[in-house]
């Protein structure tokens, strides 16, 4: 049976006295047999392991860089995260995908870069509203599926999440639908079989972002393959956070 996961994106917020406190709620209303993952800004990675420490909540990164050390200036190598003890990264987000351009290419080494250095990879794919309404839906996310996958052979995929977020859905308040959710989560899931099989696809959790609320969560999460949830702006409140983390217990 695939984990259940629900990871908080605070982006570029907080700070580290609120971080902690964050990071302490949280930990202390997490609910077992639901894997919760907390990714603070890199400044407060530290700060939040600390209060993380003893707890089942697991920490994670909102980027990582693609080489292992070097002149990458303002860059974090995936050596780094984990040496800060994460155990896991996100790769691709839209913020990062289309509002700082980085590219397929770049993304595939990211993915591949994080599970060597022993993180699990949280791969954001996902198509704008231009590419919805264009009825281009599968076409973006195979492509985001294969190009994200391509530096990475199949005894790896043990260490990969994918998180499925329509772009027009992230902080928009816009939340897609249970069965629009279900439609791209199964068809990321059938991409993944031509790919990798299909042991190794069923095994793969796939996360559904988008404006994922307290009130919403149970909806999407009771889709056959909704693993659980990729969030952003509610990650920010514990007590609609773990709202969200009770709806994906099974
Ligand atoms: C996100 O940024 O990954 C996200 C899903 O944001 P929000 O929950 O605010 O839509």
Redesign the pocket.
């Given at each position: 049976m695939r984990p259940r996961i629900v990871a908080g994106?605070w982006?570029m917020n907080t700070t580290r006295e609120t971080a902690r406190q964050l990071a302490q709620e949280v930990a202390q209303g997490a609910t077992a047999g639901v894997t919760v993952v907390v990714c603070p800004p890199y400044p407060y990675l530290e700060a939040v392991g600390t209060v993380l420490k003893g707890s089942s909540v697991a920490l994670g990164a909102q980027d990582c860089h693609y080489q292992e050390k070097g002149a990458y200036t303002g860059s974090v190598s995936p050596a780094m995260l984990a040496d800060m003890c994460c155990a896991y990264v996100l790769v691709g987000?839209s913020e990062r995908r289309h509002g700082l351009q980085e590219g397929e290419g770049l993304l595939q080494f990211k993915v591949a870069a994080a599970i060597k250095a022993g993180l699990t990879a949280v791969l954001c794919v996902g198509e704008t509203l231009e590419e919805r309404e264009a009825k281009r839906i599968e076409q973006v996310l195979a492509r985001h599926v294969s190009s994200g996958l391509a530096a990475l052979s199949a005894d790896k995929m043990g260490r990969l999440v994918i998180a499925y977020?329509p772009v027009w859905?992230?902080?928009t308040g816009k939340v897609a639908t249970p069965e629009q959710a279900q439609e791209a989560h199964a068809f990321i899931r059938g991409h993944l079989r031509t790919i990798v099989g299909h042991a190794v696809a069923d095994a793969t959790p796939i996360l559904y972002?988008?404006?994922?609320t307290g009130d919403n969560a149970a909806n999407l999460f009771a889709q056959p393959d909704i693993d659980g949830g990729?969030?952003?702006?509610?990650s920010l409140k514990p007590t609609d956070f773990l709202k969200i983390v009770a709806a994906a217990k099974r």
């Amino acid at each position: 049976m695939r984990p259940r996961i629900v990871a908080g994106n605070w982006k570029m917020n907080t700070t580290r006295e609120t971080a902690r406190q964050l990071a302490q709620e949280v930990a202390q209303g997490a609910t077992a047999g639901v894997t919760v993952v907390v990714c603070p800004p890199y400044p407060y990675l530290e700060a939040v392991g600390t209060v993380l420490k003893g707890s089942s909540v697991a920490l994670g990164a909102q980027d990582c860089h693609y080489q292992e050390k070097g002149a990458y200036t303002g860059s974090v190598s995936p050596a780094m995260l984990a040496d800060m003890c994460c155990a896991y990264v996100l790769v691709g987000h839209s913020e990062r995908r289309h509002g700082l351009q980085e590219g397929e290419g770049l993304l595939q080494f990211k993915v591949a870069a994080a599970i060597k250095a022993g993180l699990t990879a949280v791969l954001c794919v996902g198509e704008t509203l231009e590419e919805r309404e264009a009825k281009r839906i599968e076409q973006v996310l195979a492509r985001h599926v294969s190009s994200g996958l391509a530096a990475l052979s199949a005894d790896k995929m043990g260490r990969l999440v994918i998180a499925y977020e329509p772009v027009w859905a992230i902080g928009t308040g816009k939340v897609a639908t249970p069965e629009q959710a279900q439609e791209a989560h199964a068809f990321i899931r059938g991409h993944l079989r031509t790919i990798v099989g299909h042991a190794v696809a069923d095994a793969t959790p796939i996360l559904y972002g988008g404006s994922v609320t307290g009130d919403n969560a149970a909806n999407l999460f009771a889709q056959p393959d909704i693993d659980g949830g990729l969030i952003g702006g509610a990650s920010l409140k514990p007590t609609d956070f773990l709202k969200i983390v009770a709806a994906a217990k099974r």
